[in-house]
């Protein structure tokens, strides 16, 4: 089992930055990739950025590409989303999750989930 926990979300304006975290208990977090997620409300729920084991390979989806990045520190068990420029359409919980496959895309490859952190951006 692996236990995720978000942080880092608010309220904050068109333009700004946040950083969120997700810091990971249980088995050995370097042993799974992990990813972002998001949905927004009426929305179905989104890949944002994925990232593999050792940090060496990330996927970003292309309406946050240039803007978030994912990172990793496996010493500290945290995988990190940067944004940058965010907009309102940028609005949603964010969920962070682990995978023990190759990094992916797709949500039913992912076996553990966070509560997920809100995020709010306003115009």
């Known amino acids: 089992q692996v236990q995720l926990v978000e942080s880092g979300g608010g309220l904050v304006q068109a333009g700004d930055s946040l950083r969120l975290s997700c810091v990971a208990s249980?088995?050995?977090?370097?042993?799974?990739?992990m990813g972002w997620f998001r949905q927004a409300p009426g929305k179905e729920r989104e890949f944002v950025a994925a990232?593999?084991?050792?940090?060496?390979?990330?996927r970003i989806a292309d309406s946050v590409k240039g803007r978030f990045t994912i990172a990793r520190d496996n010493a500290k068990n945290t995988v990190y989303l940067q944004m940058n420029s965010l907009k309102p359409e940028d609005t949603a919980i964010y969920y962070c999750?682990?995978?023990?496959?190759?990094?992916?895309?797709?949500?039913?490859?992912?076996?553990?989930w966070g509560q997920g952190t809100q995020v709010t951006v306003s115009s």
């Open positions: 999750a682990a995978t023990s496959r190759a990094i992916a895309r797709i949500m039913a490859q992912y076996d553990y």
């Open positions: 249980g088995r050995t977090f370097s042993s799974y990739s």
């Open positions: 990232i593999s084991w050792g940090g060496s390979s990330t």
